[in-house]
């Protein structure tokens, strides 16, 4: 390895370290980011595993196969709406509008228990409308909160919480729909 390369790259690692090394030092400092970023995952995680293990229930409940594209098209626009409706609600206190989606999720979540594909789908519709708005709103928040020289790599901290959360409850959910 010719010298000059050598050097680039302990130079690009000194620097991923640093960015590292930075990043978790301002998660430490900031409890507050870190828990949003958390909670936010969670949700998410809560809704987006709702919606994975849902489309296999849906056939199972009488769905027709051809109706399943439909649905979760429509299921999806549910996620759309809810980002869309954010500006409208700037001036509400963002543990207000966390109570309201942890609630709109938990309930549309809950819609796969009644065994009907039609209040399966409008739960579907539900879970997405109330993550998209609390990502839409966690997002704003956060930026608000993030250094501009830190941002990006904060954000996909925010996503790797996401992951992390994911990989602890797909097990767990999957066990509590298996009983279903």
Known sequence: VPATQEHSN???G??????????????????KAACLMLWNAFVGAIATLFSFFMQAQLPLAGLPEGLL??????I????????????YCS???YRRISAV???GVLLGSLSVLTGSPFVMCFGGFMTGFFDDFLQVR???VLNDMLPSAQRATLVSV???????????MSPLVGWIFSLL
């Open 138 to 140: 966690s997002d704003i």
């Open 69 to 74: 594209g439909p649905a979760l098209f429509v």
């Open 101 to 103: 989606c942890i609630s």
């Open 14 to 31: 000194q620097q991923i370290w640093e960015c590292v090394r930075e990043s978790l030092l301002f998660l430490f400092q900031n409890s």
């Open 158 to 168: 925010s996503s790797f919480c996401f992951s992390i959360i994911m990989i602890f």
């Open 10 to 12: 302990q130079k690009t």
């Open 91 to 93: 001036n509400w206190k």
């Open 76 to 87: 999806g626009l549910g996620g759309a709406a809810g980002a869309k409706l954010v500006p």
